[in-house]
């Protein structure tokens, strides 16, 4: 018969051992008296088992709630992460550019020294030719 019904019993056990802990668990949350469960009528017990389903109803709402806020705070870091690439990879192109440019400028800086140190040796030439 034990091994027959165990698990229904287990059932039944687990069922009594987790209304015995949130018994316990709400009496700790709401600071309500619950009273000796062995005393109770049994309306008291219906009425302490809706209380308890009403709570689990209100805290399954609320949980809920923080998983909706969690998924749209996690779509919008995907959103902020995703423009902070663009505008990253945007920054990298400007960086690039801004040093082919400054590359660029060095070597037309280079050519336009070189050509002003060829004017000045030419005309230090056209001086000594116009001497002679």
């Known amino acids: 018969m034990y091994v027959v019904c165990g698990s229904r019993m287990l059932e039944k056990m687990s069922f009594v051992v987790m209304v015995f802990f949130l018994l316990g668990v709400w009496d700790?949350?709401?600071?309500?008296?619950?009273?000796?469960?062995?005393?109770?009528?049994?309306?008291?017990?219906?009425?302490?088992?809706?209380?308890?389903?009403?709570?689990?109803?209100?805290?399954?709402?609320?949980?809920?709630?923080?998983?909706?806020?969690?998924?749209?705070?996690?779509?919008?870091?995907?959103?902020?992460?995703?423009?902070?690439?663009?505008?990253?990879?945007?920054?990298?192109?400007?960086?690039?550019?801004?040093?082919?440019?400054?590359?660029?400028?060095k070597e037309a800086g280079n050519r336009f020294q070189e050509e002003q140190d060829t004017l000045g040796k030419a005309s230090v030439h056209l001086a000594e030719l116009k001497k002679e």
């Open 28 to 105: 700790l949350v709401s600071g309500e008296e619950i009273g000796d469960l062995d005393r109770m009528t049994r309306e008291e017990l219906m009425k302490q088992e809706a209380r308890l389903d009403d709570e689990d109803h209100r805290v399954q709402v609320e949980l809920d709630v923080v998983r909706k806020n969690l998924r749209t705070l996690h779509e919008e870091k995907e959103k902020v992460d995703e423009e902070l690439s663009k505008l990253k990879g945007a920054w990298d192109w400007e960086e690039n550019e801004m040093k082919k440019r400054g590359d660029e400028l």
